[in-house]
């Protein structure tokens, strides 16, 4: 009985011998043999969907090959306690190079210019790794699809761009084309509204516990608000006072508070059957439900659709068992009784825009390598390798969209009904009140005892609190962004020629900045 396990501990011993000979002789020695890099660049981000991080390495292995003496890491961290662990790594000194930064608070901007290099000059001038491409000679701003301005890469408050975006997306209803041909005989999706209604009584009838749209708070919270305002894009275009095809939230709740609307206004309860529509189609208690819960619901087959963006189909796609189609939610009709009338048809996506930005942080070591990988990612090369591993849509103009992302594409020939500056604002406030005050009443749209009248009698007095209270929040980061900026614009002057013609084309946003503020102090 002894020999045997002998024998045994002596095979385990000669393995590991035999293991640690190779370690220290074998091919990676030669590795280790090597001089060390000459620089380290890490970055950091949250996205942990199917491929992003194989992509990442795609695209850091090939800039590696074109830079032996740098080396490229990246940080993958769960989004759940992302802003936490970047919060820490900022307040200790050790965030990497780059991080992707994403915010929908406006008190959050006033961290970007602390913690983040302003990229404007840079972006000015062309990208280098473009040269033969199509792309050559063009300002590197100028190459992305959206020309390097969303409400997160390019700050109005500051003039300045802060960020570059990696890739795209479009919100899409995805959907179980094999369930969908079992329910109607065919695989094709509803053509309107009243189609997408009257699907949802087919699916309700087809299976006892079978949901027509797999819901959750941040589905609705995304598809929702774009639904009802492009619903709406009629109405909400009469508070287009800067001409700029998009209203913004100043315009629309500074109406709001001159009293040119109200909840009860006929415009506005249009809005909440149009939402009250759209929430019923999903499971009852939607609204206590995350989108990772919402997802597995749908590949288990128990939804015939989920609404979400392109970014999770590659993860969709690998992991279903039957075939996804998608197609965009389908608007009342201009001759519906109920819903229709008030829409800018035909209506698009939106405007072009950029996602998934990365910021170079000002406590980056090596400012000038970290920069340069930002350049490769978004050049044409590297946002080629970036779209294909990732199966998500490029940011930059001619970079291919993958196959089988084509029928997501942005449709981009129609009318844009969305807040300029920060997207859909109808259904979801001018800040942080007003969304709250929204959001924590929705529920009564869908309460069995519940309804638009329910909502509005619940809401209509405090809305006016809410809207004061954000409107004055974003008074106050004007006026400190301004004393901030006329600071550092003024010593800008004592720094240079180059610094001087600088500040010289910041003063005139400056100057709009100071006009928006005047006119929405006024309001006030």
Same mark, same amino acid.
């Given at each position: 009985?002894?020999?045997?396990?002998?024998?045994?501990?002596?095979?385990?011993?000669?393995?590991?011998?035999?293991?640690?000979?190779?370690?220290?002789?074998?091919?990676?020695?030669?590795?280790?043999?090597?001089?060390?890099?000459?620089?380290?660049?890490?970055?950091?981000?949250?996205?942990?969907?199917?491929?992003?991080?194989?992509?990442?390495?795609?695209?850091?292995?090939?800039?590696?090959? $074109?830079?032996?003496?740098?080396?490229?890491?990246?940080?993958?961290?769960?989004?759940?306690?992302?802003?936490?662990?970047?919060?820490?790594?900022?307040?200790?000194?050790?965030?990497?190079?780059?991080?992707?930064?994403?915010?929908?608070?406006?008190?959050?901007?006033?961290?970007?210019?602390?913690?983040?290099?302003?990229?404007?000059?840079?972006?000015?001038?062309?990208?280098?790794?473009?040269?033969?491409?199509?792309?050559?000679?063009?300002?590197?701003?100028?190459?992305?699809?959206?020309?390097?301005?969303?409400?997160?890469?390019?700050?109005?408050?500051?003039?300045?761009?802060?960020?570059?975006?990696?890739?795209?997306?479009?919100?899409?209803?995805?959907?179980?084309?094999?369930?969908?041909?079992?329910?109607?005989?065919?695989?094709?999706?509803?053509?309107?509204?009243?189609?997408?209604?009257?699907?949802?009584?087919?699916?309700?009838?087809?299976?006892?516990?079978?949901?027509?749209?797999?819901?959750?708070?941040?589905?609705?919270?995304?598809?929702?608000?774009? $639904?009802?305002?492009?619903?709406?894009?009629?109405?909400?275009?009469?508070?287009?006072?800067?001409?700029?095809?998009?209203?913004?939230?100043?315009?629309?709740?500074?109406?709001?508070?001159?009293?040119?609307?109200?909840?009860?206004?006929?415009?506005?309860?249009?809005?909440?059957?149009?939402?009250?529509?759209?929430?019923?189609?999903?499971?009852?208690?939607?609204?206590?439900?995350?989108?990772?819960?919402?997802?597995?619901?749908?590949?288990?087959?128990?939804?015939?659709?989920?609404?979400?963006?392109?970014?999770?189909?590659?993860?969709?796609?690998?992991?279903?068992?039957?075939?996804?189609?998608?197609?965009?939610?389908?608007?009342?009709?201009?001759?519906?009784?109920?819903?229709?009338?008030?829409?800018?048809?035909?209506?698009?996506?939106?405007?072009?825009?950029?996602?998934?930005?990365?910021?170079?942080?000002?406590?980056?070591?090596?400012?000038?390598?970290?920069?340069?990988?930002?350049?490769?990612?978004?050049?044409?090369?590297?946002?080629?390798?970036?779209?294909?591993?990732?199966?998500?849509?490029?940011?930059?103009?001619?970079?291919?969209?993958?196959?089988?992302?084509?029928?997501?594409?942005?449709?981009?020939?129609?009318?844009?009904?969305?807040?300029?500056?920060?997207?859909?604002?109808?259904?979801?406030?001018?800040?942080?009140?007003?969304?709250?005050?929204?959001?924590?009443?929705?529920?009564?749209?869908?309460?069995?005892?519940?309804?638009?009248?329910?909502?509005?009698?619940?809401?209509?007095?405090?809305?006016?609190?809410?809207?004061?209270?954000?409107?004055?929040?974003?008074?106050?980061?004007?006026?400190?962004?301004?004393?901030?900026?006329?600071?550092?614009?003024?010593?800008?002057?004592?720094?240079?020629?180059?610094?001087?013609?600088?500040?010289?084309?910041?003063?005139?946003?400056?100057?709009?900045?100071?006009?928006?503020?005047?006119?929405?102090?006024?309001?006030?």
């Amino acid at each position: 009985m002894k020999r045997p396990r002998l024998i045994i501990a002596l095979t385990c011993f000669a393995l590991a011998y035999a293991g640690s000979v190779f370690y220290v002789f074998g091919p990676e020695a030669r590795d280790r043999d090597q001089p060390p890099p000459r620089v380290t660049i890490r970055f950091g981000h949250w996205q942990l969907e199917t491929g992003l991080r194989e992509a990442f390495d795609v695209v850091a292995r090939r800039y590696m090959e $074109l830079h032996p003496d740098v080396r490229v890491e990246q940080l993958a961290v769960p989004g759940a306690v992302y802003k936490q662990w970047l919060s820490t790594q900022l307040a200790g000194g050790t965030v990497p190079d780059l991080v992707s930064f994403d915010f929908a608070d406006q008190a959050l901007v006033a961290q970007v210019p602390r913690h983040f290099e302003v990229l404007t000059r840079w972006l000015e001038e062309p990208n280098p790794y473009n040269a033969g491409t199509p792309l050559e000679g063009m300002a590197w701003k100028d190459t992305f699809i959206d020309r390097g301005r969303n409400r997160v890469t390019y700050l109005d408050q500051y003039r300045n761009f802060f960020a570059v975006g990696l890739c795209s997306h479009t919100m899409r209803m995805f959907y179980n084309r094999d369930l969908m041909r079992e329910i109607t005989g065919s695989p094709e999706p509803p053509r309107n509204f009243r189609e997408w209604l009257a699907l949802g009584e087919k699916v309700r009838a087809h299976r006892p516990g079978l949901a027509h749209v797999a819901g959750s708070r941040d589905f609705y919270g995304w598809l929702m608000p774009s $639904l009802v305002n492009q619903s709406l894009g009629r109405w909400i275009g009469r508070r287009d006072y800067g001409l700029r095809f998009g209203t913004t939230t100043f315009d629309f709740y500074g109406d709001f508070l001159a009293g040119q609307w109200d909840l009860r206004s006929p415009e506005m309860q249009q809005a909440l059957r149009i939402a009250q529509a759209f929430g019923r189609e999903m499971p009852s208690g939607f609204l206590q439900v995350d989108r990772n819960a919402a997802l597995q619901s749908f590949l288990r087959g128990e939804a015939l659709c989920v609404p979400s963006g392109t970014w999770d189909f590659p993860t969709m796609r690998a992991t279903a068992s039957f075939a996804i189609g998608g197609y965009r939610l389908p608007l009342p009709a201009a001759d519906d009784p109920e819903f229709g009338g008030l829409a800018l048809l035909p209506v698009s996506d939106g405007g072009a825009s950029t996602a998934l930005p990365f910021f170079l942080t000002r406590q980056s070591a090596h400012k000038a390598e970290a920069l340069d990988f930002l350049r490769f990612v978004t050049s044409m090369e590297g946002n080629r390798l970036f779209s294909a591993a990732s199966q998500w849509m490029p940011a930059i103009e001619g970079v291919p969209v993958a196959p089988e992302l084509e029928p997501f594409r942005q449709v981009t020939d129609g009318y844009i009904a969305t807040d300029a500056q920060s997207g859909p604002i109808l259904m979801a406030g001018p800040g942080a009140e007003g969304a709250r005050l929204l959001t924590t009443h929705y529920h009564l749209l869908f309460a069995p005892d519940g309804g638009v009248d329910a909502f509005t009698r619940s809401v209509e007095d405090r809305m006016r609190p809410a809207v004061m209270a954000d409107l004055q929040q974003q008074l106050n980061l004007g006026r400190a962004n301004l004393r901030r900026r006329d600071t550092a614009l003024g010593a800008q002057w004592f720094l240079g020629p180059a610094e001087q013609a600088d500040m010289l084309r910041q003063v005139t946003g400056q100057h709009l900045v100071e006009v928006q503020v005047a006119l929405l102090a006024r309001r006030l």
